[in-house]
């Protein structure tokens, strides 16, 4: 799967008007996770998953951070994405039906801040993304 040159613009300059929130993004949207599938809880049981704690934030951040990457280095997101793929495949061991649960979560989230602008058209290509995301997370897991 391939970001067309139109995809890329519309991810890059929507995740760049999130700039100023990509702080609480990832809280957002990991208590968003917790919520509606609490299932995904049992890969976190020494955190804090009460709504707003620390814990949920310093997650949420990591994760922010490490999509940060992948949308700086559209062209290269195996490799940016490489030590997280090893991570959760192999130490962490987490259930590959999680990268979905987050993604869902994302879109919400995304559609959330970004209000009139998450339109069709940046739905479809941020999804784009985070199935290319997903994909190389679960790599390691074949």
């Known amino acids: 799967m391939v970001l067309t040159g ?8 929507n995740w760049s008007k999130l700039a100023s929130e990509h702080e609480d993004l990832g809280g957002e949207c ?6 509606v599938y609490p299932q995904s809880k049992i890969y976190f049981p020494h955190f804090d998953l009460s709504p707003g704690s620390n814990d949920i ?10 999509l940060d990457s992948a949308i700086k280095n559209l062209d290269n997101i195996r490799a940016c994405l490489s030590d997280l793929s090893d991570l959760h495949a192999y130490n962490l061991r987490v259930d590959p039906v999680n990268f979905k649960f987050i993604t869902r979560c994302l879109h919400v989230t995304l559609a959330t801040s970004l209000r009139g602008d998450y339109n069709a058209l940046v739905y479809m290509a941020f999804d784009k993304f985070f199935c290319l995301v997903g994909e190389v997370l679960t790599e390691k897991y074949r």
Do not use: P, S, W
């Open 57 to 66: 934030h310093r997650q949420g951040h990591k994760i922010i951070k490490a």
């Open 6 to 13: 139109e995809e890329r613009k519309l991810i890059q300059a």
């Open 30 to 35: 990991m208590t968003r996770l917790f919520q």
